[in-house]
């Protein structure tokens, strides 16, 4: 008879313990691990091992051929530009996000264009009924006869609806739901969320299948189960934007078959999500330029240039520890600019609670907005808003209180002579090789001369 043991599995970060421990020692959570039974039994190894490895022979690289040019369209520009310029056959894609947030909408939109225009599409929802899908379907008019709805959890009995149905794209909703009977823990657990993810992949790859699998978050927003479930798939792609505001920004966290940086923009409407073409004008939609504590600064999304609102607002306190709070903005990247600006020019923050935002829900990566955000600083502050109107700003602050150059500055001043904008503040090292017929270009090495320039 095969001996059953219990071994204690963190669900944090897979950890496997002997015995049950009140703290993870790898990823220091407290009461995370639980008891799951595998079955010690060896398998045998038979010849049919053997034919596969046999089959699975090298191949020289030139004889391979490339499978770049066989994308599929998924109907949505935004969706293919995140995606590297379309899906990949046998690729697996990992997408989550926030409860609500427009993951299943995005994948239900997609799986239609597929559908109409490719073949067999198979939704595999663990979460909803078929007739819930339906009703969701209706409202966004998703009417393709291609498109086949399965509401099952079992692993197995999926596998097998794939192999009987041969569908051109497959998409799993969610993870967390999925199981195999062979697992002894419950669905969701890391256990169950490993084998499966592993066993998706192998039917994908073995069938040249898109796949797409839907992962929960945590209360922090962070990727649910077992960190080896981003190494195991080809792209995440994650949703952020809040359930309350109309636009979500779709961003790529892995890709391998594209960049990493770029980021697709849709607004929420009752016919589903609708593409942003132009993120710069929605984000600049209701800005006011004559308001103290604003600033407009231009970053770079992946090859995509973006003009957002930056919001500062300093008021003063009577707590012993002021207030710092930024939303979109490394908290990090705040607290650096303030001290610089204490030190430098002598601006006494520690008497002020200070907030900053970045107006549209975006989040800055980069140090493209620092420019930007010390002097809506100092704007609020001081109380006076910029003399300059319709003014651009672009810069990393140094600790120093220098003003460096940044990477596609003259792409970024292009995008605001779209958008009508008069003038433009960046980088010294940044002026000789940034030209504009219509925009006024003002170079600056540090801070001093930047406030001397704008106020």
Request: hydrophobic residues 35%.
């Amino acid at each position: 008879m095969p001996k059953i043991k219990s071994v204690y599995v963190c669900q944090e970060c897979g950890y496997e313990s002997a015995k049950w421990l009140g703290k993870c020692p790898d990823c220091n959570n407290w009461n995370t691990l639980v008891e799951e039974v595998r079955d010690n039994k060896k398998e045998l190894k038979s010849a049919i091992n053997t034919v596969r490895i046999l089959e699975n022979s090298p191949k020289s690289i030139g004889d391979i051929q490339s499978g770049e040019k066989k994308r599929y369209n998924t109907g949505l520009e935004e969706l293919n530009r995140v995606l590297g310029g379309g899906l990949v056959r046998g690729s697996l894609t990992l997408i989550s996000g926030d409860p609500g947030i427009g993951k299943s909408t995005l994948l239900l939109q997609t799986s239609n264009y597929i559908a109409s225009n490719y073949g067999k599409v198979l939704y595999v929802s663990g979460e909803e009924s078929e007739e819930q899908i339906k009703i969701r379907g209706d409202r966004l008019g998703v009417n393709s006869n291609n498109l086949y709805i399965l509401s099952e959890t079992n692993l197995d009995l999926i596998e097998a609806h794939i192999e009987e149905l041969k569908p051109v794209f497959v998409i799993i909703d969610s993870i967390q739901t999925v199981y195999k009977e062979s697992i002894t823990s419950a669905p969701g657990s890391v256990s169950q969320v490993r084998e499966c993810s592993n066993a998706i992949m192998r039917i994908g790859k073995n069938n040249n299948i898109p796949l797409f699998i839907v992962a929960h978050v945590t209360k922090q927003g962070e990727l649910a189960g077992p960190r080896v479930l981003e190494h195991i798939v080809d792209t995440v792609l994650y949703f952020e934007g809040e359930r309350t505001e109309e636009f979500r920004v779709l961003r790529t966290m892995k890709n391998r078959f594209g960049t990493t940086s770029e980021i697709g923009v849709f607004e929420m409407s009752e016919e589903g999500l609708v593409e942003i073409y132009d993120p710069s004008k929605i984000f600049l939609e209701e800005t006011n330029f004559n308001q103290e504590g604003s600033s407009v600064i231009g970053i770079m999304e992946g090859t995509r240039p973006i003009l957002v609102e930056m919001q500062a607002l300093a008021t003063e306190t009577k707590m012993n520890i002021p207030i710092r709070t930024g939303i979109g903005i490394d908290f990090q990247r705040l607290r650096l600019i303030i001290a610089v600006l204490e030190k430098k020019l002598r601006v006494p923050f520690y008497k002020y609670d200070v907030y900053a935002n970045v107006v549209g829900g975006l989040r800055l990566e980069g140090t493209t907005g620092d420019l930007g955000l010390a002097l809506s600083l100092i704007s609020s502050i001081k109380n006076k808003p910029f003399k300059l109107e319709k003014v651009l700003i672009i810069g990393e602050v140094g600790l120093t209180g220098e003003i460096r150059p940044v990477a596609s500055c003259d792409r970024l001043i292009r995008e605001a002579e779209k958008m009508g904008f008069k003038h433009a503040i960046i980088p010294e090292r940044n002026k000789d090789k940034v030209k504009s017929k219509t925009i006024s270009i003002i170079g600056v090495n540090n801070l001093t001369e930047a406030i001397n320039n704008i106020f």
